[in-house]
Nanobody, 115 residues
Framework: QVYLKESGGGLVQPGGSLRLSCTAS????????MHWYRQAPGKERELVAT???????SYADPVKGRFTISRNNVRNTLYLQMDSLRPEDTAVYYC?????????YGQGTQVTVSQ
C-alpha cells in the first residue's frame, strides 16, 4: 500500500517562505519520480514541480526561480522549498507518484499566502 503524507503548510505573508515535506511508504522511493501538485479553490489540480530518480528537476512556469524541489532517498522524503510566496500560490499542495500505472496522492497540506 502506497502512503504519502504531506506536512509543512500554513499561513504566510507575501514574500515569505515555507518548506513542505512529503514522507512516502509502500514504494521503493529511490527509483520513483516524485511530483508536487497544487489545487486552488475553483481551479483544476496543476503540476508544480517534478524530480526524477536521478535528481533532475523541472518546474511550472509560475514557480520557476522561486520554488525548489528536492528529495532525501535515505529518509524517503520529498521536499518543496517555496520562497517569495505570492497570494496566487494559495492552494492545497499534494505530493504524487505513479506506481504500476496508478497515481497516488497524499491528503494534501494547505498553503495560504495573505497579509
Amino acid at each position: 500500500q502506497v502512503y504519502l503524507k504531506e506536512s509543512g503548510g500554513g499561513l504566510v505573508q507575501p514574500g515569505g517562505s515555507l518548506r513542505l515535506s512529503c514522507t512516502a511508504s509502500g514504494i521503493n522511493f529511490r527509483i520513483h519520480a516524485m511530483h508536487w501538485y497544487r489545487q486552488a479553490p475553483g481551479k483544476e489540480r496543476e503540476l508544480v514541480a517534478t524530480i526524477t530518480s536521478t535528481g533532475d528537476t523541472s518546474y511550472a512556469d509560475p514557480v520557476k526561480g522561486r520554488f525548489t524541489i528536492s528529495r532525501n532517498n535515505v529518509r524517503n522524503t520529498l521536499y518543496l522549498q517555496m520562497d517569495s510566496l505570492r497570494p496566487e500560490d494559495t492552494a492545497v499542495y499534494y505530493c504524487n507518484t505513479i506506481r504500476a500505472g496508478r497515481n497516488f496522492y497524499g491528503q494534501g497540506t494547505q498553503v495560504t499566502v495573505s497579509q
